[in-house]
């Protein structure tokens, strides 16, 4: 089966400046997460989708932070404005059910000048 | 927040010799996993132990888990070369929200 893609791999972007992630989980797969990992750090969790409605986004910086997943397939995470500390690599997993262990992509590395 | 803490944050063995990694934890879980990360890549699922469970094997892998002392092992036997990775513990509670570790990130030396 294909594995989670994720694109862009790589950003480079000016503080205050916007950007959009997205995410295609593996197909059939209800569930879906994004996390942000800080160099050095474990994944922390950004929000988590269960076909196109919000699980859990306790930790979304919502002032900053959207995400949606249209039609509970493919994922788009924004950041608008950019933060110096939201440099990160932004992990993007799906799960058949939201219980079954997850399966990553490769993720987008996102610097922040 | 973190609810796992991997002990060692580093660790460094030949090829051929054992790593044994430790993750505790704070609160009650459901589930306690292991996930390898090779280096810019995402994370690989490795195990899946049950609260119930008190230890499992697959492979040159052996996860250990006391939930009276909050607390799992992991065990890689004969460690390779492509071993070289960071590993994370991740539990799963009442909440069902998987919170990771900090991580422990191995070298094994050719």
């Known amino acids: 089966e294909a594995g989670v893609a994720q694109s862009p791999r790589y950003k480079i972007i000016e503080k205050r400046q916007s950007v959009a992630f997205w995410c295609n989980p593996i197909s059939g797969h209800a569930t879906l997460y994004w996390y942000q990992q800080i160099l050095g750090q474990g994944p922390k969790l950004l929000i988590q989708f269960q076909n196109n409605g919000v699980v859990d986004d306790s930790q979304l910086p919502k002032d900053r932070f959207s995400a949606e997943r249209l039609k509970g397939v493919d994922s788009t995470l924004k950041i608008q404005p950019a933060k110096l500390e939201d440099s990160a690599v932004y992990l993007c997993?799906?799960?058949?059910?939201?219980?079954?262990?997850?399966?990553f992509g490769n993720g987008t590395r996102l610097t922040v000048t | 927040s973190q609810q796992g803490e991997e002990d060692p944050q580093a660790l460094s063995i030949q090829e051929g010799e054992n790593a044994t990694m430790n993750c505790s934890y704070k609160t009650s879980i459901n589930n306690l996993q292991w996930y390898r990360q090779n280096s810019g890549r995402g994370l690989v699922h490795l195990i899946l132990i049950r609260s119930n469970e008190r230890e499992k094997h697959s492979g040159r892998l052996r996860v250990t888990l006391d939930t009276s002392k909050k607390s799992s092992s992991l065990l890689i036997t004969a460690s390779r070369a492509a071993d070289t990775a960071s590993y994370f513990c991740?539990?799963?509670?009442?909440?069902?929200?998987?919170?990771f570790g900090q991580g422990t990130t191995l070298q094994v030396k050719p």
């Open positions: 997993a799906s799960s058949p059910d939201g219980e079954s262990p997850l399966h």
């Open positions: 991740a539990t799963t509670g009442n909440t069902g929200k998987l919170i």
